[in-house]
């Protein structure tokens, strides 16, 4: 079995990339947009860089997202608790461990809903 620390952290930093990359294309959007013309009301383009912007933000807010959760993972396992189902208390399967590093709940209570 791999450790779970080394499995979070190489998480965090392909999480923390995509989010830099993210940010990078966001910053760039909203750079360009604010240069052209403000009046892009019936300009196609300012709807694209319009709806760009929104899938940006809303990919940037699940790798937030997915960076709290990885922290919150690390902190189960500073306390001893990881991989172990916030529901039924049992052991969650190495193989969604692997498929899923911030897993709370064991594929059994996750499909349960
Ligand atoms: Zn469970």
Known sequence: MDDPAARLECERQETVARLSSLTGDFDQIVASSRDSNADDEHDPEG???????????????QAH????????????????????CDRCDRPISEARLQARPVARTCIGCASAG
Do not use: K, N, P, W
Request: without cysteine.
């Open 65 to 84: 997202h997915h960076l709290a959760e990885i922290d919150a993972a690390v902190q189960r396992l500073a306390a001893g608790a990881y991989g172990i």
């Open 47 to 61: 709807a694209t860089i319009a709806f760009e912007r929104s899938q940006l933000s809303a990919l940037a807010r």
